[in-house]
């Protein structure tokens, strides 16, 4: 399939290595691979060896754990700009997660040696990336907070809301999500994501358009999420 992505353009367009300098921004470019995945393809699979740091460049990803035997957990989701499995640069040598691309995606996989190097001698491109990993540390701290104290429709408005961010709605990401992955987003069954969508489209909360998911009342939703 024919490469559509400007190769000169990778790093210099992506807001974490602008400021870099030119031999910087060469050695990274030496040290890639760029790779497209189709809607529904692994990226890589937890408990796989990690050799390198996934960079998407374009598409979206779901990010999640496997629990048990067709049990996920989907703890975020990855878009243009986001790292995925940086871990291994400080030492993990295997995936803790699995990735799947939800919709057609590029990534970059980036030799870690050379991210590590990057992260070494460059102190504002390694407070970019802290400060990166500091917003999905919180999304982390979110799932964890609505598996411990939220009832069902509070964990899955927090799901919307989050799914809904300015970000994600530019990748249309309902239109690409099965209500399936959305329970597994709220840690609650299928079957209850159907029963309460419909339940927030009687109230005037959500819009559902097929698979489509609109969301016609935010402040409600947030109110929802936080009490309930």
């Known amino acids: 399939m024919p490469d559509k992505i400007n190769t000169e353009s990778i790093f210099d367009s992506a807001a974490c290595f602008q400021g870099l300098y030119p031999e910087e921004l060469e050695k990274l470019s030496d040290s890639k691979t760029r790779v497209q995945y189709l809607r529904g393809e692994n990226v890589f699979k937890q408990g796989a060896f990690s050799p390198h740091v996934t960079y998407v460049l374009s598409g979206l990803v779901r990010v999640y754990l496997q629990t048990g035997h067709n049990r996920q957990l989907n703890i975020r989701m990855a878009g243009p700009g986001d790292f995925l499995s940086f871990s291994s640069v400080f030492g993990e040598s295997t995936y803790n997660y699995s990735a799947l691309a939800v919709k057609d995606a590029w990534v970059c996989m980036i030799e870690k040696d050379a991210l590590?190097?990057?992260?070494?001698?460059?102190?504002?491109?390694?407070?970019?990336?802290?400060?990166?990993?500091?917003?999905?540390?919180?999304q982390l701290l979110d799932v964890i907070g609505n598996l411990s104290y939220k009832q069902m429709r509070g964990k899955l408005a927090s799901a919307l809301l989050y799914l809904s961010s300015e970000s994600f709605m530019k990748e249309q990401v309902f239109q690409h999500l099965t209500r399936q992955d959305i329970a597994d987003f709220a840690a609650i069954s299928t079957e209850s994501t159907i029963k309460f969508l419909k339940e927030f489209e009687s109230e005037g909360i959500v819009e559902l358009k097929k698979r489509d998911i609109e969301i016609t009342d935010m402040k409600k939703l947030e109110v929802m999420s936080r009490n309930s």
């Open 116 to 138: 590590r190097n990057l992260l070494q001698t460059n102190a504002d491109f390694a407070l970019r990336i802290v400060s990166r990993n500091c917003r999905n540390e919180k």
